[in-house]
Nanobody, 123 residues
Framework: QVQLVESGGGLVQAGGSLTLSCAASGSIFSINHVRWYRQAPGTQRESVAFITRGGTTDDADSVKGRFTISRDNAKNTVYLQMSSLKPEDTAVYYC?????????????????WGQGTQVTVSS
């Protein structure tokens, strides 16, 4: 059983910072790409940032220069450091990851989602 759990959300004033964590647990052989998404009320889920197993990253134009994605492969954890937060960053933030479970007998990757963590930025 593989699980992804996000944490670190909360209420912050505009201009403030938060660091989100996405921790994978369970029978994991390897974790490949990991992505952060967000969804504000009444909007579609949008991609925020992306990181490969080797550490190559990309992020949305709306967060460039303010958000940084990173990972600690030894801890099976990916982070999203958010700074200079704006009210429009308010959303539920989700991570997903392409994971090869242990003992699967194949090299197939499966995509898992976390339950989300709320980020609220007040003006």
């Amino acid at each position: 059983q593989v699980q992804l759990v996000e944490s670190g959300g909360g209420l912050v004033q505009a201009g403030g910072s938060l660091t989100l964590s996405c921790a994978a647990s369970g029978s994991i052989f390897s974790i490949n790409h990991v992505r952060w998404y967000r969804q504000a009320p009444g909007t579609q889920r949008e991609s925020v940032a992306f990181i490969t197993r080797g550490g190559t990253t990309d992020d949305a134009d709306s967060v460039k220069g303010r958000f940084t994605i990173s990972r600690d492969n030894a801890k099976n954890t990916v982070y999203l450091q958010m700074s200079s937060l704006k009210p429009e960053d308010t959303a539920v933030y989700y991570c997903n990851a392409d994971i090869r479970p242990s003992g699967s007998g194949t090299s197939d990757l499966y995509r898992y989602w976390g339950q989300g963590t709320q980020v609220t930025v007040s003006s």
